[in-house]
């Protein structure tokens, strides 16, 4: 079971350019989401999704997209990157009610913007 | 104002030994549950114990357990017989059920523990 997979793991970008982080998760967990680690600040919520075709604001939104064509995948987009962005993010999912279970994470993306 | 407070940044441990690590929280909402991730230096998040609101006993996991007082609104984690593996950063982080769809969990800012051989 390979549970939550993000790639890329490390990532430079220059201000200005875009791209996609992506998250992929096997698990059949109808809630994902995406937050951003940064020292002092703890872990923030970007977005989320509740199911395929239903995605909403986090606390950060500001300068991210997001989609859910499928259960399985839900890519974060920078639209055009800012230093304010170099962040580790992390792709986390859950299924609804089993809470004991916890919030299943990836691995991370270490993404820095010059 | 932070809702989950962590107030030891570091905290160093002997091999074999017990350590806890302090967590308080701050939540109106009488429905809530509380979480430990391990983050070791590799990055990863690494999902630990859980405990809801409304249990009536301690959460334990091999050799994690939580020790939950309401009343305090801590939620300590206690790691029994340290290893040295068990070195990382630990992370308090909460979920209040009824703020709404988001399913956010709020986190405190960590604890480093180095467990020394």
């Known amino acids: 079971n390979a549970g939550v997979t993000q790639t890329p793991k490390f990532q430079v970008l220059k201000t200005g350019q875009s791209m996609t982080l992506q998250c992929a998760q096997d698990?059949?967990?109808?809630?994902m989401s995406w937050y951003r680690q940064d020292p002092g600040m703890g872990l923030r919520l970007i977005h989320y999704?509740?199911?395929?075709?239903?995605?909403d604001q986090g606390e950060v939104p500001n300068g991210y997209n997001v989609s859910r064509s499928t259960t399985e995948d839900f890519p974060l987009r920078l639209l055009s990157a800012a230093p304010s962005q170099t962040s580790v993010y992390f792709c986390?999912?859950?299924?609804?009610?089993?809470?004991?279970?916890?919030?299943?994470f990836g691995s991370g993306t270490r993404l820095t913007v010059v | 104002a932070q809702k989950i407070t962590q107030t030891q940044p570091g905290m160093f441990v002997q091999e074999k030994e017990a350590v806890t690590l302090d967590c308080t929280y701050d939540?109106?909402?009488?429905?809530?549950?509380l979480f430990w991730y391990k983050q070791p230096s590799s990055g990863e998040m690494i999902f630990l114990i859980y405990?809801?609101?409304?249990d009536q006993q301690n959460a334990t996991e091999g050799r994690y357990s939580l020790n939950f007082q309401k009343a305090r609104k801590s939620a300590n984690l206690v790691i029994s017989a340290s290893q040295l593996g068990d070195s990382a950063m630990y992370f308090c982080a909460m979920r209040e059920y009824n703020a709404g769809n988001n399913r956010k969990l709020i986190w405190g800012l960590g604890t480093s523990l180095a467990v020394n051989p």
């Open positions: 698990m059949n967990h109808e809630y």
């Open positions: 939540t109106s909402d009488p429905s809530y549950g």
């Open positions: 986390a999912s859950s299924v609804t009610g089993a809470f004991r279970y916890g919030y299943t």
């Open positions: 999704s509740v199911g395929a075709g239903i995605t």
């Open positions: 405990q809801g609101s409304y």
